[in-house]
């Protein structure tokens, strides 16, 4: 192949740290290989983002268009639609002094796929366009179907046996209740169904579609949708250190919109057993109603296990009352609250059993690749999916159940947290996990399967710049 140093692509990520970091990691990938990469983050002066490494590549912003606009105020059909005429302006006159005063101007423009409208940005500066898409193949695959009226909503059960899709045969482990919040609930979120369905509204129109996976993880669904799709796998996107250790100093996603407790994560733990700790999450976005955080506090309470709760700030008001006074009063030590903290670090930390979680696409895949068990309870958008997939198919997890109002008590969380850490169960599952691990680091290792497709992408990119 021609050397890739010298060409220039440009990445655009969408301004939400689920979609910013899968990117910038790929971006990484990309800056090994030789490629000059240029990192686009749309978001207003106003907010504030944490640079921690991010040297091999060049990190650039443009505007969101929220700097005077109070953005908790519009819908989210008013907000989407301000952000992507925002955006579209703002990324149009980038690329403009782009070509003017780069020596290499960029020829490529990688976008994240829910933002389907950028590739209409890149063509009309001669640009080629790669979509990134940072959800599982089954779940864009399902939207996909649905996009193409393959699938009608409302969603309906096609045999007795509660199943919707039975093509490929894995899709047959999802009922009603385990598809994407946004087709299962068609009503509740008609903006964001009208997002993701758009990811497919141009896509034939982009020269490579990138998948945020690896072929292992998902091959039924891969090798089922490669006949359709001319995609690559290139996941799963976890800094180098945790999986193939190839990339020097890439320790780190490199930006956070929120800021890591990590001496104060690590120095707990360091004080934990080994395998004696959950730790809880849900994400930059998920957020749990009060009955809920109750019976979440109260499981966590009576749990023999210690605990390590990730709550958000926005989230601190639903915790019980006196809840943090009386861990501060606990003489065991037992949990630990905080804001915010770095996971792949807690995730990999030798103390840490069991991870609890949304089932976020990022937290999944980062649950896979360190080989940690998970006890799945998913919140909306794609982490029913993902948690029946962990559950059923994969195999590394359990699944809290909900009760008949929609709340999972504290009783059942504990059941479920005892059964992965001490539990029969547990063993397959762990041993299973660790399985899942050793593939996802074969992936992305040389000569494995997203390494192999991101080389064949960066061929493509040189070729084309030739």
Known sequence: MYPANGIHVLVLAHPVQGHINPMLQFSKRLASKGLEVTFLIPISTKKSLNLVNASSIRVEYISDGFDDVEADKLSIDEYLNHLRLSVSRSLSDFIQKHQCCEESPAKVLIYDS??????????????????????????????????????????????GQG??????????????????????????????????????????????????????????LVNWTGKQWSMMT????????????????????????????????LRWLDSKPPR???????????????????????????????????????????????????????????????????????????????????????????????????????????????????????????????????????????SCVHEIMEGERGKEIRENSLRWKEMAKLAVDEGGSSEKNIQEFVSNVVNLCA
């Not at 945790?242 to 990339?247: G, I, Q, V």
């Open 234 to 265: 290139v996941g799963p996107t976890v800094p180098s250190v945790y999986m193939d250790k190839r990339l020097e100093d890439d320790t780190d996603y490199g930006l956070s919109l929120f800021k890591p407790e990590a001496e104060t994560c």
């Open 114 to 159: 829910f933002d389907s409208w950028v590739l209409d940005v890149a063509t009309e500066h001669g640009m080629q366009g790669a979509s990134f898409f940072t959800q599982s193949c089954v779940v864009s695959w399902i939207y996909y179907l649905v996009h193409q009226g393959t699938v009608k909503l409302p969603l309906k059960v096609v045999d």
């Open 276 to 414: 004696s700790t959950v730790y809880v999450s849900f994400g930059s976005l998920a957020s749990l109603g009060e009955d809920q955080m109750e019976e979440l506090a109260s499981g966590l309470r009576s749990m023999k296990s210690h605990f390590l709760w990730v709550v958000r700030e926005s989230e601190e008001k639903k915790l019980p009352c006196n809840f943090m006074q009386e861990l501060g009063l606990d003489d065991d030590n037992k949990g630990l609250v905080v804001r915010w903290c770095n996971q792949l670090q807690v995730l990999s930390h030798g103390s840490v059993g069991c991870f609890m979680t949304h089932c976020g696409w990022n937290s999944t895949l980062e649950g896979i690749s360190l080989g940690v068990p998970m006890v799945a309870m998913p919140q909306w958008t794609d982490q029913p999916t993902n948690a029946t997939f962990i559950l059923e198919v994969w195999k590394v997890g359990l699944r809290v159940r909900a009760n008949e109002r929609g709340v999972a008590t504290g009783e059942e969380i504990e």
């Open 163 to 220: 199943c919707v899709l039975s093509d490929p045969p894995v899709m047959s482990a999802l009922g009603l209740n385990d598809f994407p919040s946004f087709v299962a609930d068609v009503d509740k979120y008609p903006a964001i169904l009208k997002t993701v369905l758009g990811q497919f509204s141009n896509f034939g129109n982009a020269k490579w579609l990138l998948f945020n996976t690896f072929t292992e993880l998902e091959e039924e």
